[in-house]
């Protein structure tokens, strides 16, 4: 299986501040890279898929980039809507895999 | 709009079985590939399986963790996907998602229903 990695796994931000989350697989998973964003009680929501592509209605604020094992997003001028977990998930091989998550929250 | 929505989780005493359905309108259903994740109180997110389309051969893909126990199918007819759970067990508590993936067999969700829970325990 494919083991992916996030990193770091919580991070303190403050409103207005542009953050970056890091993903490794652990092996080449050429761009078959997508992340989510969830917030507590509530479904996920999925934001990028082959690593850099916006899902629909999804704002430019969010960007994703990478290929290969290491991977990056990026969320920039913080609101406070976009506190909430991150995962990213790989889609390359089966089984599908994710990482343990990203929990961004304020400063 | 896209609407995808759970049901028939509930309390189910381990070695059991329950179906959970996923309902969807707002897109022509046949056309795309279906999955299921979960997620247990408190952890990640946890792939459980994939359905293609009848266009891709409608072929499915488990995760290890419930091969053999869970089955995926899909009603064209009434834009229902089902996960069909059997021998179920206390790690098998958590909030079921059904997602809308692509048109093109590929496992890439884009759309996600709001999840129903299952609670294994006697």
């Known amino acids: 299986d494919i083991q992916m990695t996030q990193s770091p796994s919580s991070l303190s931000a403050s409103v207005g501040d542009r953050v970056t989350i890091t993903c490794r697989a652990s092996?080449?998973?050429?761009?078959?890279l997508a992340w989510f964003q969830q917030k507590p009680g509530k479904a996920p929501k999925s934001l990028i898929y082959?690593?850099?592509i916006l899902q629909s209605g999804v704002p430019s604020k969010f960007s994703g980039s990478g290929s290969g094992t290491d991977f990056t997003l990026t969320i920039s001028s913080l609101q406070p809507e976009d506190f909430a977990t991150y995962y990213c998930?790989?889609?390359?091989?089966?089984?599908?895999?994710f990482g343990q998550g990203t929990r961004l929250e304020i400063k | 709009e896209v609407q995808l929505v759970e049901s028939g989780g509930g309390l189910v005493q381990p070695g059991r079985s329950l179906r959970l359905s996923c309902t969807t309108s707002?897109?022509?259903?046949?056309?795309?590939?279906m999955s299921w994740f979960r997620q247990a109180p408190g952890k990640g997110l946890e792939w459980v399986g994939f359905?293609?389309?009848?266009?891709?051969?409608?072929?499915?893909e488990y995760a290890a963790a419930v091969k053999g126990r869970f089955t995926i199918s899909r009603d064209d007819s009434k834009n229902i996907a089902y996960l069909q759970m059997k021998s179920l067990k206390t790690e098998d508590t958590a909030v079921y998602y059904c997602?809308?993936?692509?048109?093109?067999?590929?496992?890439?969700?884009?759309?996600w229903g709001q999840g129903t829970l299952v609670t294994v325990s006697s």
């Open positions: 997602t809308r993936d692509t048109v093109f067999g590929v496992a890439i969700s884009e759309s």
């Open positions: 707002g897109f022509t259903f046949g056309d795309y590939a």
């Open positions: 359905i293609r389309s009848k266009t891709y051969g409608g072929t499915i």
């Open positions: 092996q080449d998973i050429v761009n078959y």
């Open positions: 082959s690593a850099s």
């Open positions: 998930q790989q889609y390359n091989s089966y089984p599908i895999t």
